[in-house]
């Protein structure tokens, strides 16, 4: 039997403390012991990007980081983005369909707005590559990024 660890985590501004074996990955300890199911599984290995979460501010794949990594970092799901610019981006552009993909983007954009609040469509372009959606273009979601960026009150914060 795997021995488990215990694994204090800055999740969402809150300090959490969770019980891990060293093989869980932080997708699995996010959803399964915290209840904090926005991050989607996917592929499972770090291709689709549906399991993106900010670490640090910087969008990662949590299907590929171990749980037992996360002390010493801030880790930002969808859940702790209410209430934001890319949000309401996403509703106000469309940059939907199905959805299962969506909070994926929305961290992996947030990190982009934030990281590069300059960021010409080239930038754009390559940040998205990073996400797969299967039933929709990348149209709305380009177009829901430059809206955040062109927002006169934008502060650089990614809101």
Same mark, same amino acid.
């Given at each position: 039997?795997?021995?488990?660890?215990?694994?204090?985590?800055?999740?969402?501004?809150?300090?959490?403390?969770?019980?891990?074996?060293?093989?869980?990955?932080?997708?699995?300890?996010?959803?399964?012991?915290?209840?904090?199911?926005?991050?989607?599984?996917?592929? !499972?290995?770090?291709?689709?990007?549906?399991?993106?979460?900010? /670490?640090?501010?910087?969008? +990662?794949? $949590?299907? *590929?980081?171990?749980?037992?990594?996360?002390?010493?970092?801030r880790i930002t799901t969808v859940?702790?983005?209410?209430?934001?610019?890319?949000?309401?981006?996403?509703?106000?552009?469309?940059?939907?369909?199905?959805?299962?993909?969506?909070?994926?983007?929305?961290?992996?954009?947030?990190? !982009?707005?934030?990281?590069?609040?300059?960021?010409?469509?080239? /930038?754009?372009?390559?940040? +998205?590559? $990073?996400? *797969?959606?299967?039933?929709?273009?990348?149209?709305?979601?380009?177009?829901?990024?430059?809206?955040?960026?062109?927002?006169?009150?934008?502060?650089?914060?990614?809101?």
């Amino acid at each position: 039997m795997t021995p488990k660890l215990s694994v204090e985590m800055d999740v969402n501004g809150e300090k959490r403390n969770v019980v891990a074996r060293s093989a869980d990955t932080l997708l699995y300890v996010l959803r399964e012991q915290l209840g904090l199911t926005g991050a989607k599984p996917g592929c !499972l290995n770090g291709d689709c990007g549906a399991c993106t979460v900010l /670490v640090d501010g910087w969008p +990662l794949k $949590s299907c *590929i980081m171990l749980a037992v990594e996360a002390p010493g970092h801030r880790i930002t799901t969808v859940e702790g983005l209410k209430n934001t610019s890319i949000q309401q981006a996403f509703v106000e552009k469309n940059a939907f369909q199905c959805g299962y993909c969506t909070p994926g983007f929305i961290m992996n954009c947030f990190g !982009l707005v934030t990281l590069h609040p300059d960021a010409d469509d080239a /930038v754009i372009e390559e940040w +998205l590559q $990073s996400n *797969i959606c299967r039933c929709t273009g990348y149209e709305e979601i380009k177009e829901a990024v430059k809206w955040v960026l062109s927002q006169a009150s934008y502060s650089g914060k990614g809101i």
